[in-house]
């Protein structure tokens, strides 16, 4: 079982880029979240979606767009690249609460930013 | 916003030794949630608690939400060179829009063999 894909795994962008991260699951979850996690720090959620067509911004949006046009796939979009989002970016999913009441988040491996 | 207070940051242990780590917040949480997360590699659940007072275990993990709501503790017995990583704790409200996680800054664990 795949469960949630990130693509790339890595990427080196200069200052002012623009680039879009990939995330797919294939667990039919109507639920999915992009974290990122700085060196040292826990995991803090830019945008989230409860379903295709739904998007929220989460604690730190600045700097990032989403759309989510189907159930499985939820790209996060960098229109001009800064250094401070240099980090790790991760994407996770989750069943809604209509579905199972227990509401696990499960995250891809990952993809390394470095801005320069 | 909500905040989680996690400690400690790091441990230093030796192979065999038991290991403990907690969390407490300013807010009530309906459940509390451990991951590990290994270099390289995306959190991974390791025990989920869904009612105050729950005490849980994992092979030699347990975990336990606390009566207030506002805290848990995870403990691991017999520490091993794999139980390296870093553990997170991270409280969910179901109420909320998403059912968003509001994650621990983490404790580095380092198992010396």
């Known amino acids: 079982n795949a469960g949630v894909t990130q693509t790339p795994k890595f990427r080196i962008l200069k200052i002012g880029q623009s680039m879009t991260l990939q995330c797919a699951q294939d667990m039919n979850h109507n639920y999915m979240y992009w974290y990122r996690q700085d060196p040292g720090m826990g995991l803090k959620l830019i945008y989230y979606s409860v379903g295709a067509g739904i998007t929220d911004k989460g604690e730190v949006p600045n700097g990032y767009n989403v759309s989510r046009s189907t159930t499985e796939d939820f790209p996060l979009r960098l229109e001009l690249a800064a250094p401070s989002q240099t980090s790790v970016y991760f994407c996770?999913?989750?069943?809604?609460?209509?579905?199972?009441?227990?509401?696990?988040?499960?995250f891809g491996a990952g993809t390394r930013l470095s801005v320069l | 916003g909500q905040q989680l207070n996690q400690s400690p940051q790091s441990m230093f242990i030796q192979e065999g030794e038991d290991v403990s780590m907690n969390c407490t917040s300013s807010s009530i949480f309906n459940t509390w949630l451990w991951y590990k997360q290994e270099p390289g590699e995306g959190p991974v659940l390791l025990i989920a608690?869904?009612?105050?007072?729950e005490l849980t275990s994992n092979g030699r993990l347990t975990a336990q939400f606390g009566i207030t709501r506002k805290d848990s503790f995870l403990n691991i017995s017999a520490s091993i060179p794999s139980d390296v990583g870093i553990y997170f704790c991270a409280g969910q409200l179901l109420e909320t829009s998403g059912s968003r996680l509001t994650f621990g800054e983490g404790t580095q664990l380092t198992v010396n063999p």
């Open positions: 996770a999913s989750s069943y809604s609460l209509a579905v199972v009441a227990k509401n696990i988040q499960y």
């Open positions: 608690l869904y009612k105050a007072g």
